[in-house]
């Protein structure tokens, strides 16, 4: 087993798809996702804006090259800019046409003193998994329809 630094935290990714015509961006994402860095709950490692228009050509754009992003503009300074090319096209080929996506790769801060605890006592992750919101969402709204037809 590799030694991993004490402050070592997992690292995830999420892309957000807007599809075409159903955005309604408020600041209230950047508002969120600066409370979630600067709580130290999580770190941004790369952050970009994919664009894929109607003939599945993809644009993809750097936080740091994005204007208007207001308290965003300070994290940008400090990213790694992780992702490659090869990743981007793989994260397009999830994308609708005509949408738009956000892309966020963050380390879970949040974990870090705990996954140290597990390492100092001798433990090792052999697996871990998601629940996606949207899943639990879907779930709830279904459960909710059956109640209501009385099943």
Request: proline share 4%; net charge negative; aromatic share 4%.
């Amino acid at each position: 087993m590799t030694d991993l630094p004490e402050t070592a935290a997992p690292v995830d990714f999420v892309i957000v798809e807007f599809p075409a015509g159903e955005s309604t961006f408020s600041g209230e994402v950047i508002d969120e996702l600066v409370a979630l860095v600067e709580s130290e709950t999580i770190r941004l490692v790369d952050a970009m804006v994919l664009i894929k228009d109607d003939d599945g050509e993809v644009e993809a754009l750097e936080l740091s090259d994005l204007e208007g992003i207001g308290p965003l503009e300070a994290i940008a300074a400090d990213l790694a800019e992780f992702l490659a090319a090869d990743d981007v096209a793989h994260l397009a080929a999830a994308m609708d046409p005509g949408s738009v996506a956000g892309v966020l790769v963050y380390e879970n801060l949040w974990a870090a003193p705990f996954a140290a605890a597990v390492r100092r006592a001798g433990g090792q992750l052999i697996a871990d998994g998601r629940i996606h919101s949207q899943d639990i969402a879907d779930a709830l709204a279904a459960e909710e329809a059956l109640e209501e037809e009385g099943v």
